[in-house]
């Protein structure tokens, strides 16, 4: 049995909690840490009316002291807010354990160094819990990319409510969550670097901020010189095809232009016939995915000797092909659908229950001794929170930018002691390695850190 430890049991601990349970052939929950006394009541509650009697695990509400417990874990889930995911992260890899760690894994390019510092001498296995790629509708529309040829074009909106509310309101705190871009479009760049297969090579944004205001409460704060965080965005995104050398030199066919991307963004729309869309369009065809409505349409291309002869009028229906697939049906899309719990919990159409699926089994390989094989890897979560900061950055209509104070990823409560973590815990292996990783990250922090190299 593999020993399952919660570190964070509000709204996703309690959806990991609700799956851990349909998988009690495999999985054990012995321990539930959050400091939130509610959020451990709610999580016990989901145990005590499982239909299977499960055992009862021990309540902890300080992460030091599950900390203690440690050579009891074999898997630590951290479903905690945001701010906390990177120094958790940093005190836990340091064990030889596996760790299921929910998005975004950094909220601040500090965070992100202090990660990339640790990662080459992590002891920890790390699965970042990217949910939406394994959405089914998501997931054939992948699955059915070779059919479109090569793509140019890829459209992702998500049309949705506002946010919810969680404790202490932490995910309307730019400081605490990092902003919309990073915190809820983590999904969506982690989508657009899985489906096309390059990396970012730029971007440009347009959003709006505070359009909620009364909603998530702002006037009540305090401090009034409180900034909202997003609630609708633009991005535009562009993606290199060629390698580096390639760029230097002439393109040969229009073709070879790079794949562009959009993202749209609106927190403010509940009546949405359609809460996302994911729109693939390549040389040969076009793939849309439709969520909740879990369906996805290929269509194909009229081709050069088909039957639309006549370039004067629009294409025959008959000349260009239409396939659905209703995802609803877990047959369609995975080999193993018969393995996947019947009763789905959760928000992600029972995503959540796929990723565990093959999260048990990457633990049964390893434990086998063959290499365990991450679906989301740390370097995938980082590079996605890299994308959110770097539409962060290039926001070219936001007049509340100049006054966001920068998420202070050392000095806040989130993350104190962050450096010294990397530094005293021996995921550095020497000093030439640690003055190359931090020497930006020490030049950021305003002199707050004072460290010696000798």
Known sequence: MIRVAILGCGMMGQEHVSYILKYQDALTIKFLCDPD????????????????EAPTPCILNDEKELLQHVDEIDLLVIASPNYWHTPQLLRWCQYDITILCEKPVAISEKQVSALKAAMPNCKARIWIAMEYRFIPAINKLIQLLPEVGDIKKVTIRENRYPFLSKVGEWNKDTEKSGDTLVEKCCHFFDLF???????????????????????????????????????????????????QSDQTKTRKHATDQTTLGCLELCMFAEGSRHQEEIIVTGMKGRIEAYLPENKVFLYQRPTPDGPWKDKSKPPPLESFSEVVYDCSDLRQVYDFADQIPEMHSGYHYCSTAIEWKYLIDAMKDSGEGKPFVPKVSLDDGIKAVEMGLSSMKNITNDASREVIAPVRAFSSQSSENLLDLVLNSGLVSSPDHVKEAFMRVIDACDGEYKVSFE
């Open 193 to 243: 670097r899985l489906i096309i297969s390059k990396e970012m090579s730029g971007c440009v944004s347009k959003v709006h901020r505070g359009l909620l205001w009364d909603h998530y409460g702002y006037q009540d704060e305090a401090d009034k010189d409180v900034v909202p965080i997003i609630d609708s965005a633009y991005v535009l995104l562009d993606f290199n095809n060629s390698s």
């Open 37 to 52: 006394s509610s959020s451990i009541d709610s999580a016990l509650s989901i145990i005590e009316d499982n239909s299977v």
